[in-house]
């Protein structure tokens, strides 16, 4: 089982449905993702999900943290590289979506299998300036403000040193990932792409996401949903149905698109 797969959580056992790899947003791990199968078959999705465990995080908060989006991606495309040969959708959210977006350019480039599609959520089109929450080198507080101003740490958890020691080292590495980023391609991708934007999102708008449109070779819609930079957890529910909406007509495919 490669380490890339939680075994904490629902999804890694080998499954013949359309798999959905789900990839964290920063500061983010594999929990993220905890109650989606069950939200997710309420409404007949099709579809396996499979949180993505990236290492320095939750059961992986040992191992090194990668802050090269390149070396990550050399890395994850060869630890996943058998389960991505099976059917599957690729989503992510935010830092979720580079992530996302990258191993797919990464496996057209080398004439690896394809998703049947790509679901990217909250993320500037990679020709874009990647977005910025803060410096990862500004202090506790700048950095603290600029997660709680986009509601990626809930105000309950502010009384808690030990959860705010734990999510900055990861939270700034991961900004320096997304910032080193130089993901802009020329050449369309050939899986379908279909996006998601928070309406009331401060850090990526709505015209951000639709410029992905330039990124589509087989196709592209883009979808808003009420809320701001973390819509998928402030309203999951109806995020859910629209995922959901989108997964069943690839769940029922029988080849790959």
């Known amino acids: 089982m490669t380490r890339y797969l939680s075994r904490k959580l629902p999804g890694y056992e080998p499954d013949p449905v359309t798999r959905l790899f789900c990839f964290p947003y920063a500061g983010g791990g594999a929990s993220a993702y905890r109650r989606w199968q069950r939200g997710l078959d309420a409404h007949d999705a099709g579809v396996r ?27 994850m495309d060869a630890q996943l590289d058998e389960e991505l040969a099976e059917p599957h959708i690729l989503y992510g959210h935010s830092m979720g979506a580079l992530i996302a977006y990258s191993l797919a350019r990464r496996r057209q480039s080398r004439g690896a299998a394809l998703p049947r599609a790509l679901v990217l959520s909250a993320y500037r089109a990679p020709h874009l300036p990647a977005p910025a929450i803060a410096d990862p080198d500004a202090g506790d ?23 705010l020691s734990a999510l900055l080292p990861v939270a700034r590495d991961d900004l320096r990932l997304c910032l080193g980023s130089t993901a802009a391609h020329t050449e369309p991708l050939r899986v379908p792409l279909h996006l998601f934007a928070g309406r009331g999102d401060r850090l990526v708008t709505v015209s951000e996401v639709l410029s992905w449109r330039r990124h589509a070779g087989r196709g592209c819609d883009v979808r808003t949903m009420p809320g701001g930079h973390f819509f998928v957890r402030s309203d999951e529910g109806a995020f859910l149905r629209e995922l959901a909406s989108l997964t069943r007509r690839y769940a029922s495919e029988r080849v790959a698109v």
Request: no cysteine; hydrophobic share 45%.
């Open 49 to 75: 999900v499979m949180p993505v465990q990236l290492p320095g995080r939750e059961e992986r908060f040992d191992q090194p943290r990668f802050t090269d989006l390149e070396a990550l991606i050399d890395d």
């Open 141 to 163: 507080e700048e950095l603290i403000a600029g997660l709680v101003a986009l509601g990626g740490i809930p105000q309950a958890l502010l009384d808690h040193p030990e959860f």
